[in-house]
């Protein structure tokens, strides 16, 4: 390890010890503030002190004790909860915004009461990010009597309520809400043009759970409102048809990770001839060689039962951190009409875009931001470099005793297979659990099938029968219990030895606790810490174990093979492979890959905040014209409302255009990022005078009626119908980051481009 590297750690490490101490010495003094005694009433008249104080200026740090010692008193007494000493540490950290890494089992939803009821005192309210929206309910419901006995407020957003409802749900003094539908409602509140179909408030403080998965894997997913989408014509059949005569080497190449896919110089002239469209690289066909790009992508680096399945005749994606469906996810406009042309379905048009923002973006919103999950300290350099969040490893209530054993490592994909099977067979005799994660739906079905021949009945866990989910994992962990699953099981789940059942998890224990088997390495450590958390919980015992192979997709995409000594290449043996080389290998390629993701999510930043810091300067003037502080008439405000709305959306418009093409310029010697903001920065600046000149124009026809029903004449109103959706960005850097063009390419580019107009060549 790098000397420096190596010095930092353990600054680092010293340094959250430190705090650890001091938090230590914190809990002595809240254990001190006895409350026992205290009847409700005088309980519920110390809340009140506290909040008028918060509302009075007195700083939250010096409420904190007495606040946190009231929290663990009504735990107790409405719940019977009686917090641990680090879930009291953990409460503090959050406070004091840092992003704490809590074991699975742990208590993070406890932990979260303390900090916030104590940033509820204000009276500015506080939101707590859930991973999905039964988490939102179920927290909400759980905690509420806590939060109630004290004289606050409590409240969940749901997807499917109504504007009067989510408005209550908001303006509560604790809202647990997903930060999808909390992002999606701020969008709607962007594009309301009156001030009472607007929900939210302004942000204060936000606890993030599962913040790893928000902050990095989420990071860059924009949220978008658009026009409800409708059917368009399937000109991607056209598009398709061609990239499926394209041939690997011989038309196309990846990149070196198999990231993106480009077209050589014979590809590029077959494709010219199948379309007949003369020189690909002309500027009258960029929009045809995006579609090609697109169709091309689609056809060799998107998966079926990998990165999306056909359900009910439509696309739907699959999240590749949680195995998930993404529900309402849509690829960017050009690659979605590829893939449902790739498959022979009617494409959607995803409909003009009104509004959009990513969640980091999002995030950035709120003046105080902390976070808790089970996985964080290997990403600890990417927090603190994006959201100067500190992470921060709370130590676990009881010892962690789950074994964790170094990976097994075979030749080839048969020899892993057969060695998984037995392992999983010799395991399920004992009747010990097994939690098996796969890669994808595909091997997951493939799985269970040879289990199912080798006389091993098990669960099936995945995209297709996520209906089932908490049925299946409440069963995980009981006797005999042998669950087939993707990522789905690898974050937000609880899995209890014996289901449950005290008896049952007395035998499950004495067998060894729950086994976990990974049948392959992630690029990121985090997603196979994830899947391990889910043994070993709360001082549990349990294992976990790797089964990978030389033929697996990471380590063929990334090189690994390269560093197998002379001796194991192009061998193929039943048993594993010894040599400690691998093992560091596979490590350090997890690490670059890590670097990798975190540098394009920078790269792709560049192009996002730009668009972002123009979205905040136009909402803060809307937002003024909205409450009424310019001082405009009724019609005025209309007016201005509606055409600032309509000429961001156009400007969203361009910016997408400009993004999908703005690689190009790479070849002229010009920086991409520079170019972009350059020729959107432009374009903003001339939106004011378009907007005064067509709001002076409506207003002469509206002659300064303030009639609503005129309004509606001319069409000055909100979109009749919209839809929300996050866009799957990961397949942006395809385009933004493309330097996957060769020297080769490019010169031939230039050859073919100079000379075809002069000898008139069809082919080079």
Excluded at 233 to 246: H, I, K, M, P
Excluded at 321 to 327: C, F, K, L, Q
Aim: charged share 25%; hydrophobic share 40%.
């Amino acid at each position: 390890m790098n000397v420096a590297v190596k010095l930092i750690r353990e600054f680092k490490d010293h340094d959250n010890r430190q705090k650890l101490r001091g938090y230590r010495a914190k809990v002595d003094l809240i254990r001190s503030r006895n409350l026992t005694d205290w009847d409700d009433h005088q309980l519920k008249l110390e809340s009140l002190r506290l909040k008028k104080e918060a509302k009075s200026g007195v700083s939250l740090d010096e409420l904190l004790v007495d606040a946190y010692a009231l929290v663990c008193e009504a735990a107790k007494r409405t719940l019977g909860l009686h917090p641990y000493d680090v879930q009291i540490m953990a409460a503090i950290a959050l406070h004091e915004s840092f992003l704490i890494e809590q074991h699975t089992g742990e208590g993070k939803t406890l932990s979260a009461v303390m900090p916030a009821y104590l940033n509820a005192l204000t009276g500015e309210g506080v939101h707590v990010l859930t991973f999905n929206d039964y988490l939102a309910k179920r927290d909400a419901q759980w905690m509420g009597p806590i939060y109630r006995f004290l004289g606050l407020t409590i409240n969940s957003v749901q997807a499917d309520m109504s504007l009067s409802e989510k408005r209550e749900a908001y303006g509560a003094d604790i809202t647990y809400v997903t930060a999808k539908e909390a992002g999606f409602d701020y969008l709607r509140d962007t594009i309301a043009l009156d001030e009472e179909d607007t929900v939210h408030r302004h942000f204060h403080y936000v606890i993030v759970d599962e913040a790893d998965s928000l902050l990095l894997d989420e990071a860059r997913v924009p949220l978008v409102i658009a026009g409800k989408p409708e059917s368009m014509s399937n000109e991607g059949v056209r598009y398709a048809d061609v990239a499926r005569q394209l041939v690997q080497d011989e038309h196309y190449h990846f990149d070196e990770f198999k990231r993106n896919v480009y077209l050589n110089e014979e590809g590029s002239a077959l494709a010219e001839s199948l379309l007949g469209c003369g020189n690909l690289y002309d500027s009258y066909n960029s929009h045809l060689l995006s579609s090609l790009n697109c169709a091309l992508q689609a056809e060799s680096l998107l998966k079926k039962d990998v990165d999306y399945i056909i359900r009910e005749g439509k696309i739907e994606l699959i999240d590749e951190y949680t195995g998930r469906v993404a529900r309402n996810r849509h690829l960017p406009e050009g690659l979605q009409v590829a893939l449902a042309a790739k498959e022979g379905l009617q494409p959607l048009a995803g409909g003009k875009i009104l509004a959009t923002i990513t969640f980091q973006h999002l995030l950035s919103l709120y003046p105080k931001i902390c976070g808790m999950t089970a996985t964080a300290h290997v990403s600890a350099m990417e927090f603190e470099e994006i959201y100067a969040l500190q992470v921060l490893q709370i130590p676990p209530n009881r010892p962690n005793i789950r074994i964790d054993h170094p990976h097994r490592i075979y030749t080839h994909r048969e020899a892993k297979h057969k060695a998984l099977v037995q392992e999983i067979l010799s395991n399920h005799r004992t009747g010990r659990p097994i939690l098996i994660g796969t890669s994808s739906v595909e091997e997951s079905d493939k799985l269970a099938e040879s289990l199912a021949n080798a006389g091993v009945p098990s669960q099936v866990l995945n995209a297709k029968n996520d209906a089932k989910e908490a049925e299946i994992i409440a069963k995980a962990g009981e006797i005999g219990s042998v669950t087939v699953s993707t990522n789905m099981a690898g974050r937000g789940i609880d899995i209890r030895l014996g289901g449950g059942d005290p008896q049952q998890a007395e035998v499950v224990a004495k067998l060894g606790g729950l086994f976990v088997i990974g049948t392959h390495v992630h690029q990121s450590v985090r997603i196979d810490n994830q899947l391990r958390g889910r043994s070993g919980r709360q001082g549990d015992p349990g294992e976990s174990v790797f089964f990978i192979c030389l033929e697996d997709e990471l380590i063929q995409q990334f090189g690994i093979d390269k560093a197998i000594p002379p001796m194991y290449r192009g061998l193929k043996q039943d048993e594993t492979l010894g040599e400690s080389v691998l093992y560091n290998k596979i490590e350090h390629i997890q690490r670059v890959i890590m670097g990798q993701n975190f540098h394009i999510r920078q790269e792709l930043n560049r192009y996002s905040d730009m668009v972002e810091e123009q979205r905040r300067i136009q909402y803060e003037e809307r937002l003024g014209i909205l409450k009424g502080e310019p001082a405009m008439s009724p019609s005025e405000q209309r007016v201005r409302l509606y055409y600032m709305d309509k000429f961001w959306a156009d400007h969203l418009a361009y910016v997408s255009y400009i993004r999908e093409s703005i690689h190009l310029t790479s070849l002229t010697n010009l920086n991409p990022i520079d170019e972009f903001h350059a020729q959107i920065i432009q374009a903003f600046e001339q939106m004011p005078a378009k907007i005064m000149s067509e709001s002076a124009k409506m207003l002469l026809k509206l002659g300064g009626s303030n009639d609503p029903a005129e309004w509606e004449k001319f069409g000055l109103r909100s979109p009749v119908s919209t839809w929300t959706y996050t866009m799957n960005d990961q397949y942006m850097d395809y385009l933004q980051n493309r330097n996957s063009w060769t020297a080769g390419t490019i010169i031939a580019y230039w050859i073919r481009k100079m000379f075809k107009p002069v000898f008139s060549w069809e082919k080079f």
